[in-house]
């Protein structure tokens, strides 16, 4: 039952939204949908995702080859290194990089050096690519830790040279995890609204913020939404395709053997110096702007306007994670004990709220209160519900692992012994899952923290939180006043990726 | 009546129009041990959880002393039924000490008396120094034990075991299970054990069922089944037996080697099952030359040896003593000691002396 509820309130938002575009008569409707403009916002869309694609993959595959297959020292750090960017949100990068350069930046202020601002296509791109990448590197790493290195050995002894074993044997089996991480990154940029706006590059989540914010046309805001969701299955779609009947396991038994490492003589240089620039622009450029920033322009009287946004991102983001860890016990119970059709379908439904862009999922949630509960406008409670709908899919799995640790046999156990079933389950299951609910309360709370769009779109009036705040300083170019707000935020997302790591770090 | 549990037409399918378990029938007496033996997907586990009420059987009743648990539009829940079950995994509560696990079953016990009776309990299965240890920090039989110790608690008239014994080595196993026999036969309580191990069943049980696809093909104390099986599966699946076509007249029948008797008269074509201990053989003498065997292969296993004989193109298995000594190669005269055991279902015609080991 919790569960169905949970299916149900995903999907009848996004029907008010369909019920909202249509709203439209017909000829207007034809209009806005075969806008000149709805052409130019696919185009720049497509464009950053697959710029962002291209530039993730050139950065991720030789730090992942360099951290899982050569001899080059201190392979761990770097492998902390590779993924620590996903600490710092698309939106603090962009902040970064506009306080960085520019005739008011850093390397003005310090060097004297008036670099021109980036802004627009390659702003946007350099911000979210150097976030991202981590998801496909996270991805790589472990696809080329786990291929059998037998199947390299055997090329080689039918005479191909490394180069090429690289290419015809080890690259077509990183397919699967390119896959997998490729629409991570696809969906992200779909759905990123920090960076995009803070470089004026106008994609369809900038737009529907737009028309929505600015010129208040909700019915073309509905249909741009829509045409976002559109992109978003396509993109769905396209990855579940590929990815059927890719599956690459180990054939035949063996000893598992762990991967080869080749030594890189010379080749190390290179290697440090590629890692080097990657540190450099993607952690150490964030960390040294908001740290120069607060040096600046450090006054006390802004603590309290911290303090006033931190506990603002707390109050929302608290009741959040506990709504949805909530939520996905029996969403991952259903789908664990009683695995059926309907019940995996049930769980996909979580999944979908997680991918549907934050922007168009946050204004569905706006039309549907407005037409079902106009009390529920505007206020904290809506924005919690929001915030433990969109980040339910990130609850469900350390629960569904914790579940899967749990026996069924644990369950009847304690019902033979008299207990009846809701009592079994909070005697017998309960307890062996609590780590994982408390893994992935945090989850959601860190990731409601430096949530943007939503919070955007959903907060009370006057509400403010940390993201909300970073955006709005960055957006007039007040990079002082930005960066204490920047510095939190960086510190919850280390924390985040910290528990990632230690979780990953742990299971292996 | 004695009868304590009555199962009646129980039946389950998963997956129509397979039937895991087809119309099973039993009972168990008041301080029996019961055992429900087969080979593994022959639906014995299904069966006792039908039983235990953890799934609901699509027909058929269970009646525990008088009292309809599953049938019509009955069902008790499990937590009302009153029957233990010791899981194959044990099933013990990783996050709770020995004595928690033990007193979670102590509900209607008042809480001031729960420790002092698990304590009792650990005592009584030599756990005592066990009581504050993590079920981890237990070795499989200690594990085991508890699980047991848990199910015992709550003084359930009746235990199912949910082959309890598989997960020890050999030599746990047989003493885990003269332990367990003898704290169940003092505890007054009765017991349905579900095995695969024949050898487990025969010397736990005071009666058996030997379960084949769902079904029940015999039910009798071990003696019964081991020496006068009704089918063909139950010979074959306790212990080694010769199985051999033969043409019945009354009370004897027309074998490879010679004249034997029967343990109930037939006539016509019939399978019968005769043990390799209940066969001995012997130098020929003039009178034999028609029933000549020959030694194939000889295994001395110390206190008794095993012949292969092969007698007019047929092979079958002669369990001796080893004082009875011949060669490979030697032409021998094979004679039955006890009576052949005629099977039903004899309709399925048999290709030669099949051996099953």
Known sequence: MPAILVGISVLVPLLYLLLRAFEADSELSMELVFRYRNLELLYNTLLLALSTLLAGTLIALPMAWITTRSDIPGRKILTLLGVLPLAIPGYVMAYALLGFTGANGTVAMLFGIDLPRLSGFSGALTAISLYTFPYLYLNFRSALAGLDPSLEEVSRSLGYRPRVVFFRVVLPQLRPAYYAGALIIFLYVLGDFGAVSLMRFETFSYAIYLQYAASYDRVYAAWLALMLLTLTSTALVVEYRLLRGLFFHRIGSGNEKRANIIPLGHWKWPAYIFVTILVLLSIFLPLSTILYWMIEAFDAGQLAGLRQALSGSAMASAPAALLASALAVPLAYIGVRHPSRLTRGIERIAYLGYATPPLAFALSLIFFTLNAAPILYQTLSLLIVAYALHFLAEAIGPVRSSLYQASPRLEEAARSLGYGRLKAFFLATFPIMRNGLIVSAAFVFMSAMKELPITFLLAPVGYETLAVNVWSYTAEAMFAQAAPYALVILLFSTLFVGLLFAKEWTSR | ?357
């Not at chain 2, 102590?106 to 009584?124: G, T």
């Not at chain 2, 004679?335 to 080991?357: D, F, M, Q, Y």
């Open chain 2, 1 to 357: 009546m004695n009868t304590l549990l009555l199962t009646s037409g129980l039946t389950k399918c998963f997956e129509p129009p397979e039937k895991v378990v087809d119309r099973v029938t039993f009972s168990v007496n008041r301080h029996e041990i019961f055992s429900l033996l087969g080979p593994s997907g022959c639906g014995k586990t299904t069966t006792l959880r039908m039983i235990a009420g953890f799934e609901r059987p699509d027909e058929g009743d269970v009646i525990l002393n008088n009292r309809k648990l599953t049938g019509g539009k009955t069902f008790v829940e499990p937590e009302n039924r009153g029957i233990g079950f010791v899981f194959q995994d044990y099933a013990l509560f990783p996050h709770l000490p020995v004595i928690r696990n033990v007193m979670f079953g102590l509900k209607n016990v008042p809480r001031k008396h729960r420790e002092e009776r698990a304590l009792e309990i650990l005592c009584m299965m030599g756990l005592r120094e066990f009581r504050d240890r993590s079920p981890f920090e237990l070795s499989g039989g200690q594990q085991q034990r508890v699980a047991l110790a848990r199910a015992i608690a709550p003084m359930p008239e009746l235990i199912l075991l949910d082959e309890p014994f598989s997960n020890l080595d050999a030599v746990l196993r047989q003493s885990t299970r003269d332990e367990i026999r003898t704290l169940l036969i003092n505890a007054g309580m009765s017991a349905l054990l579900v095995t695969h191990d024949q050898e487990e069943a025969l010397s736990f049980a005071d009666r058996i069922a030997v379960m084949n696809e769902g079904r029940i093909e015999q039910i009798g104390t071990p003696e019964e089944v081991y020496y006068r099986p009704r089918t063909r599966f139950v010979a074959q699946f306790l212990g080694t037996t010769n199985l051999i076509a033969a043409e019945a007249i009354g009370a004897t029948a027309l074998t490879e080697f010679g004249r034997v008797n029967l343990d109930r008269p037939a006539t016509g074509r019939v399978t019968l099952s005769i043990r390799p201990e209940h066969l001995t053989i012997e130098k020929p003498e003039k009178h034999h030359s028609n029933y000549l065997g020959e030694i194939i292969s000889k295994d001395f296993k110390g206190h008794d040896i095993t012949y292969r004989v092969r007698i007019k193109a047929r092979e079958c298995l002669v369990h001796t003593g080893n004082r009875v000594n011949f060669h490979a190669g030697d032409r021998v005269h094979v004679r039955p000691l006890e009576t052949a055991v005629v099977l039903e279902e004899s309709n399925v015609p048999i290709t030669g002396t099949k051996v099953a080991v």
